[in-house]
């Protein structure tokens, strides 16, 4: 079934209740159908080919979902930008993906003005909301290039994963058969987080079902309690350092967020402290969900009865198979860490125009994540860290998150990030950098974790920064931290 079928089964079965609500303005199934046909057809009318890449570049909004899904019915590839990246790191990305056309808001990235076809979000209003109603369709081989996935860029320059609509039918499957089971038309999903990230994986589950999108142009923590409690939401999406945020609003216990059934989250690691006080407040709602833009969103789904199994990512979704291997390819038993690997329909096709990294990542069918874990005798996998982040530091591994998870449970720390920094004794030494919700001292942390982790672990130096660098999709950035303290701490040395 192509995309733009299921959005025109869910007009037909739906039609005028309420599909998506943003700033009090409402639209419904059977405008949203017509809306997506429209664009798709006005798309295809300035000379745009099916397989074409088209740039978007919107903020969260009803405009925004309206041209995802009218590319998808117009056969052509979605190519999301993020207007927080820089003018070059969209450029880059215009010119990797070799768009055709650029929708966006705001200036125009450089060399989106070259392209065949250039709007901006006006254009929207022009063609969407009334005129001709016929349908959209152009077919798209299930194995065709249907949108780019940009890596989060926390490795070095992003790289393009081509997805399908194989891809997307197991994502909406996995949602609908693990994460959002009870989902329904007397249902709203709010969407707090970036829509070109996380969030967006979302509203086709949602529409599917008959459920309402409401929308917030962008996160604020105070306007996402009240609006859980205006819309009666009974899902949503948030990251860690989001939740962490919404805990710290006064008053927060004082809400009414009975509705909310499943408060989902995932990017990043939640802190353990984080996530027992999150429960305190909203209940057993918490359900994580974890993949990575390889295999987007739908790799692990830890249930809000699962909560109890600290570090845990969870078991496979019901159509994913997760195993874990050491470096030359065998299969781990149970509770030996390796390389958490993972097959199903959700994976990419490939990197796009990287033959050479897609070998080396899909190897016998099985991604390689990247990720190091181990999975117990129940199937719950427990991600350790990132492979490429092990510290070591005179001879012993050292995994970041551990030593996290630590830091985030002092009272005063909001998030944490743990890096190696060279040394010519060591190899590596362990240092920490940290964000706070209140006053405290380096010396303070360090004497906290150092009661809590073995000697090796300890960071041997803490420093404090208003906020920790993250990517768009919400993570945390160790590499960008690393870089900037051994550029901070070299330049002390040799003042």
């Not at 705001?106 to 901006?120: C, I, M, W």
């Not at 290039?145 to 926390?154: A, H, I, S």
């Not at 979302?202 to 996160?219: D, E, N, Q």
């Not at 970041?400 to 010519?424: C, T």
Request: charge should be negative.
């Amino acid at each position: 079934m192509d995309i733009g079928v299921l959005i025109r089964q869910s007009a037909a079965r739906f039609g005028n209740a309420p599909a998506l609500e943003c700033e009090g303005r409402v639209v419904s199934f059977l405008e949203f159908d017509a809306a997506t046909d429209r664009i798709g057809h006005a798309l295809l009318a300035q000379g745009i080919e099916p397989g074409d890449r088209v740039g978007v570049m919107m903020p969260n909004g009803i405009e925004c979902l309206a041209v995802y899904y009218a590319l998808a019915k117009a056969g052509l590839v979605r190519l999301p930008l993020n207007e927080k990246d820089t003018p070059e790191q969209n450029a880059y990305k215009i010119a990797d993906a070799e768009a055709r056309a650029l929708i966006h808001s705001g200036s125009v990235p450089p060399g989106g003005e070259n392209l065949h076809f250039t709007t901006d979000s006006s254009w929207i209003d022009t063609v969407a909301w009334s005129g001709d109603t016929s349908a959209c369709y152009v077919p798209r081989d299930p194995e065709a290039p249907y949108r780019l996935g940009y890596t989060g860029g926390t490795t070095g320059m992003p790289k393009a994963v081509t997805l399908t609509m194989r891809g997307e039918h197991a994502e909406v499957a996995n949602f609908l058969i693990d994460l959002m089971p009870d989902i329904g038309p007397a249902d709203t999903m709010l969407h707090a987080a970036p829509i070109i990230h996380a969030s967006g994986a979302f509203f086709l589950p949602a529409f599917a079902r008959g459920a309402r999108s409401v929308i917030m142009k962008k996160f604020d923590a105070a306007e996402w309690l009240a609006e859980i409690e205006r819309s009666r939401a009974s899902y949503s999406f948030l990251v860690p350092t989001m939740i962490a945020l919404v805990l710290d609003v006064h008053g927060v216990e004082d809400v009414d967020t009975s509705s909310l059934r499943r408060l989902c989250w995932g990017a990043s690691p939640i802190p353990p402290s984080v996530a027992e006080r999150a429960q305190k407040v909203f209940g057993k709602v918490l359900a994580q969900t974890f993949g990575q833009s390889e295999a987007p969103m739908a790799i692990t789904v830890l249930q809000p009865d699962e909560h109890d199994r600290v570090g845990s990512a969870g078991r496979a979704y019901t159509l994913m198979e997760v195993r874990v291997q050491d470096d030359e390819g065998n299969f781990l038993p149970t509770g030996e860490v390796g390389e958490v690997v993972t097959r199903g329909q959700l994976l990419m096709k490939g990197y796009w125009k990287r033959p050479d990294l897609t070998e080396k990542t899909i190897v016998d069918g099985w991604l390689h994540t990247g990720d190091l874990g181990y999975i117990d005798a129940q199937g719950f996998v427990y991600l350790v860290d990132r492979k490429n982040d092990m510290i070591i530091s005179g001879g012993s591994n050292v995994y970041p998150r551990e030593v996290e998870d630590v830091l985030n449970a002092h009272p005063a720390v909001r998030e944490a990030a743990v890096v190696g920094i060279p040394d010519d004794t060591w190899g590596e030494v362990v240092h920490a950098v940290v964000a706070c919700r209140s006053e405290t001292t380096p010396e303070d942390v360090m004497a906290f974790v150092a009661e809590r982790v073995p000697s090796y672990k300890k960071p041997r130096s803490v420093v404090i920064w208003p906020e920790l660098p993250k990517s768009p999709a919400g993570k945390i950035l160790r590499r960008t931290v690393r870089e900037q303290e051994i550029e901070r701490i070299s330049g002390v040395g040799s003042q």
